[in-house]
């Protein structure tokens, strides 16, 4: 099997450029993440993973990764991109995360997305021993994207 | 390169929940995949691998997985999702996945996952020893999600 | 950790077919990728990758991949898919990968791609030794795609 990650690493960013994909490119230059190849899942946190800080991730890695991303092209719109952690009391069980991005405000989204990670905290009878998110929010000129993540890594 | 995967297992899942990414987490829960990384992957079975039922997936492993999956929250909405399988007489040669998600009934996407999976046969010129697939549908009430898979493990 | 790719290969492909997954899976087919698990990446050249040719990969493998696709069902429309590659004058500094896909001609589609890779190279400062594209367009008869990529390899 793929190897599973032992740690993670948060992070987010936002930028505007001429194009779509280099507005994304940008915001991931700034998240700290741009240099590398993002593998994204669909967003667990193995059990005891430890968090990181200042994490230096080898140009072109396969980089596991959940976030939440939006894009957009409409001059003037406010955008925002939020990723939330839940940590459970029991060790032994995993963690969750999840991702919410919005036309509106960091403050809406991190908001959201705090609700979604208690949402799945009560759908697995997990108990929380505590959330967090990071957000961003951006307002678009020509193409700008606000992006907010999870790394998981070794 | 990264390892091949040599056996998998099929499954499904549906889920109502109050935000449309929870939906999707619940529904993977419900398929037996909700606490892991799921890597999506399009979506071939590789030569001679082996169906297994009741897999334990470990918290957080990274899973390459072919899924289909219908978001909804117009609410009243029938939403169904559908995978399917093409097992080829020649065990050398891989075998096929197909996912198709649709507003409709589970009759639906089955249906047409099927006719997928013999059309990608034909055009590889393959003969079909074996088609399957696995599919559910679900009522929209707030938010819901339908979602069917085929995991690719070792 | 992951590992990380060592070689690159460019290609693209195009397909009708009856629905539109399988005109994705014939795309892939004639770009050569067809019989694989593409996992889907955000899309740098490890640095000092060694382009190749006439890559054979192995059935079911899991292949990292960047890649460019559009999907219609509107007969008659041309619709068109292009990967962009720029390599750094600095052999220790990573090369970027772009995707752009469009309703239009494959000659659009190139010039904007290469413009991306322009843009995000500015972004990092870093100097452009050579820029390329591939390119491909297809007019929709009942559903079709358009695909260009870049595999990373081992």
Redesign the interface.
Do not use: C, K, Q
């Given at each position: 099997?793929?190897?599973?990650?032992t740690k993670y690493f948060i992070s987010f960013g936002s930028c505007n450029?001429?194009?779509p994909?280099?507005a994304?490119?940008?915001a991931?230059?700034s998240a700290g993440v741009?240099?590398?190849?993002?593998?994204?899942?669909?967003?667990?946190?193995?059990?005891s993973?430890v968090e990181v800080k200042n994490l230096v991730l080898?140009?072109?890695?396969?980089v596991?990764i959940?976030y939440a991303s939006k894009v957009s092209t409409n001059k003037g719109e406010r955008i925002a991109a939020a990723a939330g952690i839940g940590i459970p009391e029991d060790p032994s069980?995993?963690g969750?995360i999840?991702?919410?991005s919005c036309s509106g405000s960091k403050e809406e989204a991190e908001k959201?997305v705090l609700?979604?990670v208690e949402?799945?905290f009560a759908?697995?009878g997990f108990k929380l021993l505590e959330k967090k998110a990071v957000t961003t929010d951006i307002v678009v000129d020509k193409a700008a994207c606000a992006f907010a993540c999870v790394v998981?890594?070794?």
């Open positions: 099997m793929l190897p599973i990650p450029a001429d194009h994909l280099n994304f490119d940008g991931l230059l741009g240099n590398t190849n993002l593998v994204r899942v669909s967003s667990i946190l193995p059990p993973a080898p140009y072109g890695a396969l596991p959940a069980l995993p969750l999840m991702e919410y959201t609700e979604m949402e799945g759908m697995r998981l890594w070794y």
